[in-house]
Nanobody
Framework: EVQLAESGGGLVQAGGSLRLSCAAS????????IAWFRQAPGKERAGVAR????????YYDDSVKGRFTISSDNAKNTVYLQMNKLKPEDTAVYYC???????????????????????????WGQGTQVTVSS
């Protein structure tokens, strides 16, 4: 069974850090792009970070650039999102998602932000809550 499982969410004070994990089972990340999305109450799901497993390229939304880092552990088939200098506006349910890296690259072209289109991602985790208190 193909599954993605997020972990590492929780409650943290503003300025603090959390590391989210996304572990895959039933398939290998090798040919995939893995993205982290988040959804706050009343808002649409939005991509915040993405990594391609075929070339290692990463991309970040402007809202998290310089604070969040996405990385991959090939041996563990796990992708991480290190979140530093957290702000109350980072409060959301965080989801990881996997999609064909070649499809994401083709669709994105030179417009990296297009790579966060949810329809490009075929496998999704259940989400993990991140709450940042002020």
């Amino acid at each position: 069974e193909v599954q993605l499982a997020e972990s590492g969410g929780g409650l943290v004070q503003a300025g603090g850090s959390l590391r989210l994990s996304c572990a895959a089972s039933g398939f290998s990340f090798d040919d995939y792009a893995i993205a982290w999305f988040r959804q706050a109450p009343g808002k649409e799901r939005a991509g915040v970070a993405r990594i391609s497993r075929i070339d290692g390229n990463t991309y970040y939304d402007d809202s998290v650039k310089g604070r969040f880092t996405i990385s991959s552990d090939n041996a563990k088939n796990t992708v991480y999102l290190q979140m530093n200098k957290l702000k109350p506006e980072d409060t959301a349910v965080y989801y990881c998602a996997a999609g064909s890296a070649s499809a994401v690259k083709f669709y994105t072209g030179s417009h990296e932000s297009l790579g966060f289109l949810p329809q490009l991602y075929t496998n999704w985790g259940q989400g993990t809550q991140v709450t940042v208190s002020s």
